[in-house]
């Protein structure tokens, strides 16, 4: 399947319209569902459950069962071809990496779900868009920040870019005036310590403050 099929289409544009995906990176398996929750109510609905958080594809399960009518939920740190298919048999609708493996691309293409690969230079841009990435995560974004990222999208606009890696509230209008599409928002957002102290209402007003910093980077 290519990334213009409808399915693939749908899921980018649930990433890109809000404009936040929130990172669970060794989050309590058992407070997932209510962070999730929390997200959501502060208007984060594309969550990402990376695959070195212990028990975190019980956690994708969990959740997509739980919130897959009302969010959109993925695996990150996805390395290799069977953990692609490892993510999507516990119900993730995307999968990203921090690395451009054409495997990796291959096999969520496979299942028709879109691939979020892991670039920096030009060039990685370049080739994991060639290979059939729907979004290229910029990453670590915090190595060049924005100037980097509007540079590089001088000459590589028609790329959709995803900065993650160092995103905080104080600078992801700058990324998304300088072209992103989207951004990856991990422990600035989702901080472990927030959610194991069970802090709902402080995690929705960080959602909330990312979800605004995003609309005014596009308002402005």
């Not at 879109?114 to 990453?139: C, H, N, Q, R, Y």
């Not at 901080?191 to 909330?208: C, P, Q, S």
Request: hydrophobic letters at 45%.
């Amino acid at each position: 399947m290519t990334r213009d099929s409808a399915a693939r289409k749908a899921v980018v544009g649930r990433m890109t319209a809000n404009g936040v995906v929130a990172i669970m990176r060794h989050t309590e398996a058992s407070l997932a569902v209510e962070a999730a929750e929390a997200l959501l109510a502060g208007g984060v609905d594309v969550v990402e459950v990376t695959l070195n958080t212990a028990g975190a594809l019980d956690m994708i399960k969990g959740l997509a069962n739980a919130l897959g009518s009302r969010m959109v939920i993925g695996a990150g740190t996805v390395l290799t071809a069977d953990a692609v298919d490892q993510a999507v048999d516990a119900g993730a609708r995307f999968v990203v990496a921090p690395n451009t493996s054409l495997q990796v691309i291959s096999r969520a293409s496979h299942h028709d779900i879109p691939s979020v690969p892991g670039a920096f230079t030009p060039t990685e841009i370049v080739m994991a868009w060639d290979a059939g990435a729907d979004i290229v995560k910029l990453f670590p974004a915090s190595a060049g920040g924005p100037r980097y990222l509007k540079d590089v999208r001088g000459p590589l606009n028609f790329i959709p870019i995803c900065p993650t890696g160092g995103v905080s509230p104080s600078n992801v209008a700058e990324f998304i005036r300088a072209g992103a599409v989207a951004v990856g928002a991990g422990s600035d957002l989702v901080d472990k310590g927030v959610v194991d102290r069970r802090e709902w209402a402080e995690l929705e007003r960080r959602a909330r403050s990312f979800v605004d910093c995003v609309r005014q980077g596009r308002s402005s």
